[in-house]
């Protein structure tokens, strides 16, 4: 990304993004560092922030994007060398006091390939990172490496989602955004983790018939509809299956839209949990108290540490969390038509781009 989008304050005129093909020198690879050959990055909303939205890197463009890689090790501490691998999409330092306090998730001096570690991201044919927290992939059978790459990301952060919201064997979960890029695996997620009943909640139709198939008990076409609508159908939902509707449920906001966080807060009740994973950059009104007197929980959450990731990739090599039905492969010098495709919301797949030169 040479430039993201921009708006000129003065005349409000779009000045459009630049997105570059170049080539930069391999760095020499400090002690603890590997140098990964790309098989494939996936292309996330986050991205699409970076690029469209205005959400500001940490370091500055010019920067190569991406967070979601597979790949091979090419250089770097023997045992490593010639291994697949999964780059996590965030690496701790493992030395502070975040880190210590095992939430090394949300370490302040965390990197992460395109956006903190340095000019280096996944849509590359190589990246250097530290070496520690890569996850070795022993035995993918016949899946494929590059679809690996979305463990990187979409398949660990509902995973520790899960985990931070403590779910557990019989609960009773809502996912908002149930059809996107996290949302597909966030509902199968809550199914491995046990849930007794999950409801999907998204606005296109398609998706919320293949969430039913992936996860969902039950769905709610949000498209269109007042909160109010929304949760006659949800109560209605509870009411055929026995279950209480205002009490318990744990709600899982992965849509990072303002009227899917509006949702959110309008089903959290009597000790529920909302937890958020999706990110957007506006603002929602909210009575806190509400949280008092239904003595409720909202939490948010941040990626997922690297000593989880191979309990991931577990779950998917076992076929308990699919992936196949929700990627597809592009090349990567097709990446500007791709980022196209993803921002406009159409894509039924997450694109996993392939590097082709
Ligand atoms: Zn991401
Ligand atoms: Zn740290």
Redesign the pocket.
Known sequence: MVRPWSVNKETGEKIPGLIELTEIPVPELGQDEALVEIAGCGVCHTDLGYFYQGVPTVNKPPLTLGHEISGRVVAGPNHLVGKEVIVPAVM?????E??KMGR?NR????KMPGNSLGIYGGFSSHIPVPARDLCIIENRGDMPLEHLAVVADAVTTPYQAAKRGELKEGDRVVIIGTGGGIGVYMTQMAKAFGAAFVVGIDIDEVKLERALKFGADAVINAKQKDIKTIRDEFKSICKENGLPHNFGWKIFECSGTKPGQELGLSLLSFVGRMVVVGFTMAKVEYQISRLMAFDAEMIGTWGCPPRHYPAVLELVLEGKIQIEPFIEMRPMSKIGDAFEEAHSGRLMRRIVLVPDF
């Open positions: 701790p330092c493992g030395e502070c975040i880190c090394e370490c302040l001096k965390q």
